[in-house]
Every structure is written in C-alpha cells, then in structure tokens.
C-alpha cells in the first residue's frame, strides 16, 4: 500500500483558544541535534528497509520489543531499529528532532499533549488515509476520548498504543486488616488520612506512593489533577497566570505534606517507574497514578501484589471527576522517507491482533490497556481484568474538563497545558515542586518562583503574539 503525502489543513480552533503552534518553543533553538545511539541488528539474506523507531521506556513498549520476531515475520523486508529512553529524556529528543525537521526517526511516541501541536504545524503525517485504507484496522474502535484527543480537523495522527487516565489503587487485603473501608468516591483528605493510618517507615512501607520526581509529564501529571479539583488553574480565561493562588497553594500544599507525612522514601526523585516497582514489592499501600499501571501490578510474573488489589476513582475536592486522560501513541514525522514501512510497523503495535498476540505469548496482563474498545471483550482479558476494567473505562470516559476542573481555562489539557511553552514551563515549575518535596524550599518559595515562570507566557498572549 503506498503511503499517502501529508497535505496540511488549515487551522480552524475555536475562537478562545490560541493557535496551538505557530514555531517551536524557544527554548528548542538550544538544544541539540546531536545523533542518537541505535540499536538493532539486519537479518542476513534480502536488502532491508530499515525504519528507525523512538518509544519510551515503559513496560509496555518493553513488550514490544520483545514481540518483533512477530512483525518480521509478517514485514521480512522491514528492519526496525529502536531507540529507547526514559520518559523524560525521550520527551526532549523527540521533540528536537521533530520540530527541526532532523530526520533521525521514522516512527515516533508522542501523546495527546503533542499529536494536535505537531499536525498543526505539519510536523507529523495524516495517519486516517493509510489507517482506513488497511484492513480490519477499524480506527472506530478506538475508545472515543482517546481518538479525539488524537485527531486534528476530524483525522487522526497519531494511534494510541495505550489510553489512560488514572485512578488508586489499594492493597485490599491490608485495609481489611486494618478494619478500613476505601470511600466509593475518595476525597484527598480521606485518602490522606488512610494514607497516615498504614504509613510504617519502620518498615520501609508507605501509606501511599506519588510521583514527585521533575518533569512535567512526572510530578506534574497526577498533581495537576490535584491542583484541578480543588479549584485551581495554570491560567485563567483572560491568560493571568495562577500558579501563586490561595486555591494552588492548598492543592500543592495537600500534595506535599502527604508525601512528607506518609510518602515513599526519597519522593522527590521517585517517578512512575519508582511507584511500579515499589508498589509492586509490596511496599506500599496505595498508588495514585495512571490506570496503564495494571499491566504490571497485575502481572504474577513480577509482581508480589499481583490479585490483592482493588481501584477507587482519582480522589476529588471540588469536582466531580479529577483523573487525566493521556495516550502514548505512535506517529510518522513528515521527514521520513520510509512512510510505508513505518506504517506497517505502527499498524502491526497499534491493531486488535496485537493485542492478542501479547496476551497469548506474554499473558493478559501485559496486554496495553485504554486504547481499543474491543479489548474489553476478549474472554481472556475480561477475566483477568475483572478488577480493574470498568474502573479502567470509567476513568477514561469522565475525563473531561467539564467534570475535572472548578474553572474554565482557555488551553486543553487535564493533566498538562496543551501549549507549546508547556514543555519548558511545565518541566521549570516541576523541578521547583520537586525541591519542595525534597525540604529544600516551602511550597510558597516554590510557588512564588512557578508564578515568575508563568508570567512572561501569559503575557505573550494577553498581547496576541501565539
């Protein structure tokens, strides 16, 4: 199937909201293009088209690695080289890459956060002709938030590996020692005080894991849900900056003494990979995090805790809802020059045999969760997810703003900005949290500066200049 060129459309947003991106960050200009490390191996015999592939180093994109003798099998005239990095550092290069036109990648991981930015600005490739054009890909089964937050003018461009949004997960068999009860819809402050009652540092065990590590897609993410449902914002309808609110404060101030009071030792530089292992270990007695976590705590193979727990939606204040919806998803920079074959490999990890593939060859827990609808119907995944699958949808289908946030703002996003300066601010106000949770600063010291951060992007557009 021959791949069809990108052909950019014009912007058509709503009239209170910005462009979404009209140049790269500033911020950009200074990093650099040096080439990444490869790796990877051609198979001898026929001359290969090589695709170089750029995914995060979570569980699940483990797992497909792990899987290529399946894709080769069906594409033997297709090599793929991957380049993996943690989340954080995949974030910058990607986007660096992306964004100056540099070439390195013919498949990348983006998310929501990016995939409308990007098309906007032609960075990344209509994926809805090749997806509609192959067979039994079937783009209407994708759950219907996440296809939305991945498509720019109707078409879709990126394809969701796996969707989320998050919620807590609890040690059942604990709290019915303890005599507890987790609330049906849990409040910050109930889900501290169960978070104080079981803390036992005594024994390296903790009331509750959060991330608290920089980044913006670190302890941001589940803090801004916090920040959201007691009623606070980045900015507000007019771009003044809020992050030095009485109603942020609280939220950040509720956050970080949770963490002081009944945190993971060494919160600061603990991230979601830190919060898997932990609470997988059995060292904690809740995770509040991204409903994906499941394809790990669940899996006997790693896990110690694997069928004790159970789920509670993401902890409110003032909202009805507060999780996030987010997706890692795959898609193809307008620079490659192996379209074709990059959409074979994105068609192979993101279509419903894939997730079959992974469940019989890895087990049902692994399969990456949150994208496809039909997954839930699989007999072997609906019983292996029974604790977790309406839980998992729930979350995903009440995370709107409508329900998650006290106040309208004028940027999309529940758990980020959808800005591009977000990158940049979002990752600067991260790393004054992270110093908070670390005692090197109060959350007012922190704020204060977060606050300095934000200001000079508000007023880029108060005056229009996006």
């Known amino acids: 199937m021959k791949f069809p060129p990108f052909r950019a459309k014009a912007a058509n947003r709503p009239k209170d909201r910005p462009a979404l991106a009209t140049r790269p960050p500033i911020w950009l200009a200074a990093m650099s293009a040096a080439a990444l490390a490869l790796s990877g191996c051609t198979p001898a015999g026929a001359a290969q088209e090589s695709i170089v592939v750029a995914i995060v180093a979570n569980p699940q994109m483990k797992d497909a690695v792990s899987l290529q003798d399946d894709f080769k099998a069906k594409h033997p005239g297709v090599n793929v080289k991957f380049v993996t990095l943690p989340e954080n550092e995949a974030r910058a290069k990607i986007t660096a890459s992306v964004a100056t036109g540099g070439g390195e990648f013919d498949v990348v991981m983006i998310s929501n956060y990016e995939t409308e930015m990007w098309a906007a600005n032609g960075w990344i490739d209509n994926l809805q002709p090749a997806a509609d054009a192959t067979e039994g890909y079937d783009t209407e089964d994708f759950i219907p938030t996440i296809k939305d937050a991945l498509s720019y003018q109707g078409d879709m461009y990126s394809v969701p590996f796996y969707g989320e949004s998050s919620f807590v997960v609890y040690r059942e068999d604990l709290f019915k020692e303890a005599g507890i009860t987790m609330p049906e819809h849990p409040t910050w402050d109930e889900i501290g005080a169960i978070a104080r009652k079981l803390n036992d540092p005594t024994k390296d065990f903790a009331g509750i894991c959060l991330r608290g590590l920089a980044g913006w897609g670190e302890v941001m993410a589940p803090l801004d849900t916090v920040i959201n449902t007691y009623g606070g914002q980045w900015f507000d309808t007019d771009w003044n900056a809020k992050l030095d609110s009485p109603e942020v404060k609280a939220a950040v101030t509720d956050y970080v003494d949770l963490l002081h009071d009944a ?112 997954t839930y119907e699989i007999p072997e995944y609906a019983a292996v997810a029974k604790a977790y699958a309406k839980p998992t949808l729930d979350a995903m289908y009440g995370a709107k703003q409508a329900t998650s946030m006290v106040n309208p703002v004028p940027y ?23 110093a908070a949770i670390a005692g090197q600063k109060s959350v007012d010291e922190a704020l204060k500066q977060a606050q300095q951060y934000a200001e000079p992007v508000a007023k880029s557009y108060q005056e229009g200049g996006k």
């Open 263 to 374: 945190g993971q030792p060494g919160a600061a530089t603990s991230g979601y990979g830190d919060c898997i292992t932990r609470y997988s270990q059995g060292k904690a007695a809740m995770w509040y995090d991204a409903t994906a976590m499941v394809s790990s705590i669940e899996d006997p193979s790693s896990s110690l805790v694997a069928g004790k727990s159970k789920y509670a939606p993401a902890p409110v204040e003032k909202t009805e809802d507060a999780g996030w919806l987010y997706s890692w998803s795959l898609a193809i920079p307008s620079t490659s020059k192996h379209k074709d074959a990059a959409w074979d490999f994105i068609s192979w990890m993101t279509n419903k045999d894939y997730i079959k593939l992974v469940g019989n060859e890895i087990g049902w827990e692994r399969v990456p969760p949150g994208s496809r609808q039909s």
């Open 412 to 434: 999309p996003g529940l758990q980020f900005v959808g800005i591009p300066e977000f990158q940049d601010l979002g990752t600067r106000v991260s790393q004054q949290i992270s």
